[in-house]
């Protein structure tokens, strides 16, 4: 089933911050983030894992709250370069490991 | 470190012809998935390779699509005949290995419009 992502679309001024929210029925193992610009390919950001290990860049941090299946992804002091979809792909726990199964994207909009 | 490569960017067929995308992963990735994004959607996954074998296919149209990875290495994905939802950008992936802490990197996909 479709993880939901919240909010579908934000816009912010450079130097703003914003969260992205990640929202599963299912029990998962693992919560991937990736982002995608307008006609490119999907760009993976980050990992975070059942047990609390994370893997991803150095300036993106997110969190996984396993007893309620959620994630949340944390931009700090947007850059122009933020902008673009961000998706969350989630890894049930019980299916084929990297199996992914996408939620419908939040665009994320940042204006000088 | 060469990226995943496809092939061919764009695609324009009529409805009921067949089609075929290639895809060549990052060299070592012993996993390879095809996605289909259709848009203002997530990417959905159509068939999971490890390696050569067939890790899920759950959601692959096994009558229409078709899938193979030769020696483990490079796949084709093929359509036939095709319909038009089937217009979407398909997305080849690959990861170093088929677990959940590998991530995955997607390649330019290849834009399919059927008329």
């Known amino acids: 089933q479709q993880p939901v992502q919240s909010p579908q679309a934000v816009i912010l001024r450079e130097g703003e911050d914003a969260v992205i929210n990640c929202s599963s029925s299912?029990?998962?193992?693992?919560v991937h983030w990736y982002r995608q610009k307008h006609g490119e390919a999907p760009v993976f950001l980050m990992i975070l894992l059942k047990g609390g290990e994370q893997k991803g860049h150095e300036k993106i941090s997110a969190s996984f709250n396993e007893k309620k299946q959620q994630s949340s992804l944390y931009l700090t002091a947007s850059q122009l370069s933020y902008s673009g979809t961000y998706f969350c792909g989630t890894e049930e726990r019980g299916t084929s490991y990297g199996k992914l199964t996408f939620g419908q994207g939040t665009i994320l909009t940042v204006h000088p | 470190e060469a990226g995943v490569a496809q092939s061919p960017r764009y695609k324009i067929i009529e409805k009921r012809q067949s089609v075929a995308f290639w895809c060549n992963p990052i060299?070592?990735?012993?996993?390879l998935y095809w996605y289909q994004q259709i848009l203002g959607q997530g990417p959905k996954l159509l068939i999971q390779?490890?390696?050569?074998?067939?890790?899920?296919d759950s959601q692959l149209p096994k009558d229409r699509f078709s899938a193979e990875r030769l020696k483990g290495v490079d796949s084709t994905l093929k359509i036939q005949p095709a319909k038009l939802e089937d217009s979407a950008v398909y997305l080849c992936a690959s990861s170093f290995t088929g677990t959940g802490a590998s991530e995955q990197y997607f390649g330019p996909g290849t834009r399919l419009t059927v008329t």
């Open positions: 060299s070592g990735h012993a996993t």
């Open positions: 299912k029990a998962l193992y693992s």
């Open positions: 390779f490890q390696n050569n074998g067939v890790v899920d």
